[in-house]
Structures are given as structure tokens and as C-alpha cells.
């Protein structure tokens, strides 16, 4: 895993990235999450890549929400397999 990708998800395991499923308009991707829990702008070409990425290697998943919301990438249990093993090294 090189250091974007891990910066990735790291951002998904504090909960501060969405994605929006390309309904009502807005094109399908990855947004910021603000403190209220609504997106707050795009996340940057990089890193939505990385986050593809992530979601190819099973690391980071997209829950299906209720309705439009945007719902939350979370982090699966092998992608948190991998952040111990960063904080332990």
C-alpha cells in the first residue's frame, strides 16, 4: 500500500468521506464529510482514485443508504487489519 492510499484510509476510518451515488444529478464519487455529517466538497482527484482502489482490494466498502443520501465509505475489517499494522510499526 503506498502513502496515499493509506492516507485514504485513514480518511475513511475518521468518517470524513461519502459517496454519492450519481442520483438527482451530481455526478457519482467520493465527497468530504462535514461535522454534520453532509458533504462538504469533493474529495480530490487522488485520492478518489485511491479510494477506488481501496474498494477493489476490499479495504474500504460503501454501505447502501437509505433513499439519496449520501452514505459513508467505511472501513472493512481487513482494511482495519491494516491500519494496526501501521500504528504498530
Known amino acids: ?3 496515499m ?3 485514504a484510509l485513514r480518511h475513511c476510518a475518521e468518517g470524513s ?3 454519492h451515488n450519481g442520483l438527482w444529478g451530481a455526478p457519482m464519487g467520493y ?3 462535514g461535522a454534520d455529517g453532509f458533504a462538504a466538497g469533493h474529495v480530490p482527484q487522488w485520492e478518489s482514485e485511491a479510494l477506488a482502489m481501496l474498494e477493489r ?3 474500504v466498502a460503501v454501505r ?3 433513499g439519496t443520501r449520501d452514505t459513508p ?3 472493512t475489517d481487513s482494511g482495519i487489519r491494516w491500519l494496526d499494522r501501521t500504528l504498530a510499526a
Open 73 to 75: 465509505v467505511v472501513v
Open 17 to 19: 468521506v461519502l459517496f
Open 57 to 59: 482490494r476490499g479495504l
Open 5 to 7: 492510499e493509506l492516507q
Open 64 to 66: 447502501p443508504g437509505p
Open 1 to 3: 500500500m503506498n502513502d
Open 31 to 33: 465527497l468530504w464529510a
